[in-house]
């Protein structure tokens, strides 16, 4: 089965200071990865996603995140954090069939 | 394209009444999925469904029901409204291509149940 497993719930940075998110999964093949974002009453939006072709995927506003199969982990950077980029962020695992199997999310606050 | 529609955005209950949450989109996916989102524990999946006339268990079922009449529709019913229901719920429906998958989720519905 598989799991993922979000390292911080909480996550504070000052804007320009690079942004580092922690991911690993459990999964008995090769998996779908995807981070999601989530503004404050908002619905999700996809940062990026790993589907077995390069390990490092690029996203969108400066997000890119490293598939490490050996680390089993998908940690999410940003080089530069903006004050736009606090939210809550998602990483997600898929099963063969589509399922979504969500971490519990890490909340990314910017300090200015 | 609209996308994954949901309605209503917000929907306050009393316990025992039913309702149903309403989840419509209109990219001809053949994958439809219900979620709640809880504080500290991300999205649960409710029901799901592969195309129409099937659908399937996930991982918190318990107290909704699902169909799936049409590839655009995909309902989720409250029989009878829990407090422990008071959720945010995301409907998603899933592409699935060379690339491999993309889901995309409505907006949600927020409900409160009394």
């Known amino acids: 089965a598989q799991s993922v497993t979000q390292l911080d719930s909480h996550v504070s940075v000052s804007e320009g200071t690079p942004v580092l998110l922690r991911c690993n999964y459990s999964?008995?093949?090769?998996?779908?990865l995807f981070w999601y974002v989530q503004h404050p009453n908002k619905g999700l939006q996809l940062l990026l996603k790993?589907?077995?072709?390069?390990?490092l995927v690029k996203g969108i506003n400066g997000f890119e995140a490293e598939f490490k199969k050996s680390e089993t982990s998908f940690h999410l950077t940003k080089p530069s954090a903006h004050m736009s980029d606090a939210a809550e962020y998602f990483c997600?695992?898929?099963?063969?069939?589509?399922?979504?199997?969500f971490g519990q999310g890490t909340e990314l606050s910017v300090k200015p | 394209n609209a996308g994954v529609t949901q309605t209503p955005k917000f929907q306050v209950l009393k316990t025992g009444q039913s309702m149903t949450l309403q989840c419509a989109q209109d990219?001809?996916?053949?994958?439809m999925s219900w979620y709640r989102q809880d504080p500290g524990m991300g999205l649960r999946l409710i029901h799901y469904?592969?195309?129409?006339?099937?659908?399937d268990q996930g991982e918190v079922p318990n107290g909704y029901n699902v169909s799936r009449s049409t590839t655009e529709d995909f309902p989720l019913r409250l029989l009878s409204a829990a407090p422990s229901q008071t959720s945010v719920y995301f409907c998603a429906s899933t592409q699935k291509d060379r690339e491999g998958e993309t889901q995309y989720f409505g907006p949600g519905t927020r409900l409160l149940v009394l």
């Open positions: 999964s008995s093949y090769s998996p779908s």
């Open positions: 469904s592969v195309g129409a006339g099937i659908t």
């Open positions: 990219m001809n996916h053949e994958y």
């Open positions: 997600v695992v898929s099963d063969l069939w589509g399922k979504l199997i």
């Open positions: 790993y589907t077995s072709a390069a390990t």
